[in-house]
């Protein structure tokens, strides 16, 4: 996880060697045993990089952490970084968690109703001030993921997002919004995990953007998703 806060660049877990200062869990994969270099395994451990100096900062963090895991997608709202899904060995999860920038305390979100399957290299992006817009990613049985979803921070709930997507998964590919609530999803992979994707796909969250209809992108694949 990467979040841009005040100046600061916010990393969290991931999968890699064991730190030499290590402040949190590590959890070894033991089928990196014996293969060339040190073990390698998943870690729940906070860094800050902060722009000002270029200088680390090992974060202590107080509350409830979210398990070790790679693989994870967050997105920055406020004073707060979102956390959802990721991988643990050979499971994907669906656990929501922030972290609040200020205090550096992590909170377990409990969603009401429906909840998105677990996933990993999935994209989740601010849309507004209260959304969370959620696509993508690869499910513990294998399977690419062309789902979308919208988070409401207010009223703690998934919401399906229905677009004409369904049917064109992507997976390892990366996403970012406009000021007007478009996101912008681009690269990463489809059904082959070995193949790039170039097309460049736009969702646009919210019916006042219909007006937006023309775009000139040259040399990529553009779809145009309207609620």
Same mark, same amino acid.
């Given at each position: 996880?990467? /979040? ?17 200062d ?8 033991? #089928? ?7 073990p390698r ?7 800050? /990089?902060h ?10 963090? #107080? ?7 790679a693989?994870?997608?967050?997105a ?6 979102? !956390?959802?899904?990721g ?5 994907? !999860? ?32 601010q ?5 969370l ?6 499910t513990?049985?294998?399977?690419? /993921? ?8 207010? #009223?703690?709930e ?8 369904v ?9 970012c919004?406009?000021k007007?609530g ?11 995990? /070995?193949?790039h ?18 775009f ?12």
């Amino acid at each position: 996880m990467a /979040l841009y806060s005040s100046s600061r660049i916010i990393f969290f877990g991931g999968y890699g060697y064991y730190p030499e200062d290590s402040i949190g869990t590590f959890e070894y994969d033991e #089928t990196s045993f014996g293969n060339a270099g040190l073990p390698r395994g998943w870690n729940n451990h906070v860094h800050a /990089l902060h722009l000002h100096n270029l200088t680390w900062h090992r974060v202590v963090t #107080t509350g409830k952490s979210p398990s070790p895991r790679a693989a994870h997608a967050c997105a920055a709202v406020g004073n707060r970084g979102y !956390m959802f899904g990721g991988r643990y060995r050979d499971s994907r !999860m669906n656990d929501l968690y922030y972290l609040n920038f200020d205090t550096w305390e992590w909170h377990e979100v409990i969603p009401q109703g429906v909840i998105p399957a677990g996933r990993s290299w999935h994209s989740l992006t601010q849309a507004s001030q209260d959304t969370l817009f959620l696509f993508g990613g690869f499910t513990t049985d294998k399977q690419p /993921l062309s789902d979308t979803w919208l988070y409401s921070i207010k #009223t703690n709930e998934w919401i399906p997002f229905q677009s004409c997507h369904v049917g064109k998964p992507r997976l390892w590919h990366t996403a970012c919004a406009s000021k007007e609530g478009e996101i912008f999803v681009f690269g990463g992979c489809a059904n082959n995990l /070995l193949a790039h994707h170039k097309a460049v796909t736009i969702f646009v969250v919210y019916s006042h953007l219909i007006r937006k209809l023309c775009f000139f992108i040259c040399g990529v694949s553009v779809w145009i998703i309207i609620l």
